[in-house]
């Protein structure tokens, strides 16, 4: 469970430190204030401070078992579902502290999707209506479900077919009906772990273009491993790196083309280089 | 081999270009060499030679472009990668136009002929050596990438000698525009030898981009030269 005490700890600014003059906004949406993540006894994530300014795509890098994934599971209290994983430090959204707020509303207003599509074994309508109906919503849901798919891109291809079972679906749209599922609940924030690692170039490149339109309502985490998407979809990117001891750091952050083109910390141009990892 | 940590296939290709750049950089420094024995001498044969092998040097300037295409293509690479391979391709453009200027004074020579200078040449072998300096630093500097505080220092030192030579390009121009406007028998000598003043002169303009290239393969930004102090 998440470390209760936080609740009434004091949020420290002084306690941010800038890994450079990018990791500091006016008015971020997401922050992370010197976070730690155990499981069990094992330290998986030491020290991290990270802003996410709004409506920007933030792309997290760094080699298997780094803690991208275990970083931004902590921003939606994923992590709470995990009872040896333990929390200190501060995870702000929109300046309040995420343990004030209740879990079910994190995950409302800060969305994921995974790395495989998982969707309900229900229908297509079925699966975009689930998140407005679990909060209480009982109206307009043809056009929620309408919206929500088109914003997804997958409306065209799914509009006479919305009774059929998602499972009927390809890899690329069970993809996208999942992300289409995340937006029917307006959220502020999509978390994004992996999402098109098990997609073909064509799906990947529509979820990639997908990420780029969202990103002008929605801010977007996402984790990837291809470094050529990072540059391509996101604004800012974080690298993550774990050392001997297998702690995950935040080593650097800053523009996508300064991390991409001239990396300041030698451990970020061995990995985009493919010299680590 | 158990300790490397690369991408050999990007690493193989890296280093192909690097070797064929190497081999431009020679047969360009050597074409530099022979262009001015043979234009003092008047080795017409020599000239000849020179124009013919300059299509060695075009050659090798598409084989790195190409090649560094080829690299970028298969291994997507990114920064210093990145930075190395598209510099890699402008520098063999940049040694390529160098051969060509330097053709071009071979040509020169052929127009001339066997006629008697109309000058003894004092401030061409001037620009001459500032040129051939500026290109053997620039050519140099480029293919060690000296860590950042040397490649600055390297750079300016190169590019303080920029001013010189345009300086005496002018001198050169000033002084045979006047004996041509006093004897016109000077003209298309005086022409041709204002010409091969220009090349020289575009020459350190070129040596100058290669040490600009190389500021931005080590800093990644090539303007970063205008804006570095040097600690004295």
Redesign the interface.
């Known amino acids: 469970m998440i470390n209760q005490n936080l609740k009434n700890k004091k949020i420290r600014k002084d306690l941010i430190k800038p890994v450079n003059k990018y990791s500091i906004f006016e008015n971020p949406v997401l922050e992370a204030i010197n976070l730690n993540v155990s499981y069990g006894k094992v330290l998986a994530v030491k020290d991290v401070n990270i802003q996410v300014p709004k409506n920007k795509v933030i792309s997290l890098i760094g080699p298997s078992g780094c803690g991208k994934s275990t970083l931004i599971r902590c921003f939606n209290r994923m992590n709470d579902t995990i009872r040896i994983a333990n929390i200190s430090g501060q995870i702000l959204y929109n300046k309040r502290n995420v343990t004030d707020i209740d879990p079910a509303e994190v995950r409302y207003r800060i969305g994921m999707v995974f790395q495989k599509p998982n969707p309900f074994p229900k229908s297509i309508y079925e699966n975009v209506a689930f998140g407005p109906k679990v909060n209480g919503i009982k109206e307009n849901l043809d056009q929620i479900v309408e919206t929500s798919l088109k914003k997804a891109d997958l409306w065209k291809e799914v509009k006479d077919r919305l009774k059929e079972n998602a499972y009927g679906l390809s890899g690329g749209q069970q993809q996208r009906l999942c992300i289409a599922r995340t937006l029917a609940v307006n959220p502020e924030v999509i978390l994004m772990d992996e999402p098109c690692s098990a997609l073909d170039p064509i799906s990947t490149d529509r979820i990639e273009e997908l990420i780029k339109d969202l990103s002008s309502s929605v801010t977007i985490v996402i984790v990837t491993h291809n470094m050529q998407q990072a540059v391509r979809v996101s604004d800012y990117s974080a690298c993550m790196m774990a050392g001997e001891e297998r702690i995950g750091e935040l080593i650097e952050y800053g523009e996508v083309d300064q991390i991409f083109g001239n990396p300041k910390d030698k451990r970020t141009e061995e990995y985009v280089t493919g010299r680590i990892g | 081999m158990s300790n490397y ?3 050999k296939s ?1 690493d193989l290709g890296l280093l192909e270009i690097e070797t064929k750049t190497n081999a431009l950089n020679l047969k360009v420094l050597e074409a530099f060499n022979e262009t001015f024995n043979s234009f003092y001498e008047k080795d017409l044969e020599k000239s000849k030679e020179i124009i013919k092998k300059d299509k060695f040097i075009n050659q090798f300037a598409v084989e790195i472009e190409n090649k560094s295409i080829d690299v970028i293509r298969r291994e ?8 190395k391979l598209t510099s890699y391709m402008f520098v063999a453009q940049e040694l390529e136009r160098i051969g060509d200027y330097l053709s071009g004074i071979c040509k020169i020579n052929l127009k001339i002929g066997k006629e008697p200078f109309i000058t003894k040449f004092e401030k061409i072998p001037k620009m001459e050596a500032i040129a051939k300096n500026m290109l053997k630093d620039s050519i140099k500097l480029f293919s060690n990438f000296p860590e950042e505080k040397k490649a600055m220092k390297d750079a300016k030192n190169i590019f303080s000698q920029d001013d010189e030579i345009d300086h005496l390009n002018s001198q050169v121009q000033n002084d045979l525009i006047k004996r041509m406007s006093r004897n016109s028998k000077l003209v298309e000598q005086g022409t041709y030898i204002i010409w091969v003043a220009h090349n020289l002169e575009r020459i350190s303009d070129r040596a100058n981009n290669i040490a600009e290239r190389t500021i931005y393969v080590v ?3 090539s303007a970063a030269i205008f804006s570095y102090e040097l600690d004295e």
């Open positions: 940590h690369g991408r990007l997507t690479p990114l920064a210093s990668d990145m930075r800093t990644g930004d």
